[in-house]
């Protein structure tokens, strides 16, 4: 259970840093382009971190899956179908979640996508984690 925990909060924290690098060069690229005095600190954390938010449930199954296939040729198809259906974002149905990190969704507010990465991303962690641990047992 550890290890399952441990390599799902390196992957957390690598994305956790990789939005606060977002938010850093795009709040200075503003700056130095001097787009205007005024910044929109909560629109620039909003862009930086609801994505991240939102693909909770692609990290999670990608991991789940990446952990419990004997060889490499699995978790790298799934990444492959993923980067595809994700440059399709647009034209994808509102339930699939390689399409949440994108924020386009029917509802007129992103918070619905983040909720729906959240709870979803939990319940995918869970079930990959008790997967995990059930085989590590056996």
């Known amino acids: 259970m550890a290890v399952y925990l441990s390599k799902f909060m390196v992957l957390l924290l690598l994305l956790f840093v990789a939005s606060v690098l977002l938010l850093d060069f795009n709040t200075g690229f503003g700056m130095y382009l001097d787009l205007g005095d005024h910044i929109p600190y909560l629109e620039a954390v909003k862009f930086s971190f609801y994505p991240l938010m939102a693909a909770l449930p692609v990290l999670a199954l990608h991991l789940w899956i990446a952990l419990v296939s004997r060889h490499q040729g699995i978790p790298v198809t799934m990444g492959v179908i993923g980067v595809i259906l994700a440059y399709m974002a647009y ?38 984690m008790v997967h995990f641990v059930r085989k590590d047992v056996s």
């Open 91 to 128: 034209n994808l149905p509102d339930w699939l979640i390689w399409k949440w990190p994108a924020l386009m969704n029917g509802w007129a507010e992103p918070a619905t996508i983040i909720w729906l990465g959240i709870g979803c991303g939990l319940f995918l962690y869970a079930a990959g």
